[in-house]
């Protein structure tokens, strides 16, 4: 009986420590990954928690000002996953709260990084969506050198990167200026200031859709692992 006893609470136990250590993947970026994010949460299912900790107005700057990524992940979160998406709400010079020159940016952005890895977090990096600003019909770059900034500090701390402002300009041209709009809040394709561009449900599906395939694609081994167990 006591053996029993002794069985079932050691599989009990056992299995509890299986589930507190299952990995979270964590979304840390600006309004538009607060949008997508949630269908992107859609996407994973219930095999991995999604924790969407995105909001409107984020920069490397405002999350400073909060107190780094440690005041936004309390949590243990060892070989949890990540995926920062900012640069979009940086590039404004109109609001000193959430501007960054791009060599302020480019080393907030790292030390974000090292935070993360000082938690033995993996990290993907996003780089920022592309505007859908059109001007005389030609769709206008307005993210400056940030979406390069991304790129860079990807390839210098060895993390990964899913091209957003790649893959979603591709997706915008492919619409028009005329398409586009449906999938955006309100849009004007030539008035709308820089950094103002909010995605309506369809488009937050399609760009949850973009991120998340090119996760998958993502040639990391622990990153794979988390979509085969």
């Known amino acids: 009986m006591k053996k029993a006893i002794f069985t079932l609470m050691f599989a009990l136990f056992g299995s509890m420590a299986i589930m507190a250590a299952q990995p979270k993947i964590w979304l840390l970026g600006d309004g538009t990954m607060e949008g997508w994010g949630k269908a992107f949460a859609e996407r994973v299912g219930s095999a991995l928690e999604v924790k969407n ?21 309390v949590d243990k979160a060892k070989k949890d996953l990540l995926i920062v998406q900012l640069g979009q ?13 791009l060599e302020a940016f480019t080393q907030d952005l790292v030390d974000l990084i090292l935070a993360a890895k000082a938690k033995k977090m993996m990290v993907v990096l996003c780089t920022p969506l592309a505007h859908p600003y059109y001007k005389e019909g030609v769709l206008v770059n307005r993210l400056g ?83 085969t167990k």
Not at 55 to 72: F, I, N, P, R, Y
Not at 149 to 163: E, L, T, Y
Request: aromatic fraction near 6%; hydrophobic fraction near 40%; charged fraction near 20%.
């Open 89 to 101: 709400n940086d590039l404004n010079e109109t609001n000193v709260e959430v501007y960054s020159s």
């Open 53 to 73: 900790l995105s909001q409107v107005g984020l920069s490397v700057k405002v999350l400073d000002t909060m107190g780094g990524l440690d005041s936004v992940i």
């Open 145 to 227: 050198g940030y979406a390069e900034a991304v790129r860079r500090v990807a390839v210098s701390q060895d993390v990964p990167v899913i091209d957003l402002e790649a893959l979603s300009r591709t997706w915008i041209e492919g619409l028009g200026e005329e398409g586009v709009q449906a999938h955006y809040v309100n849009l004007n394709t030539t008035e709308r200031p820089a950094g103002e561009y909010l995605l309506n449900e369809s488009g937050c599906q399609e760009v949850a859709h973009m991120a998340y395939n090119a996760l998958l694609t993502i040639d990391n081994k622990k990153i794979t692992k988390l979509f």
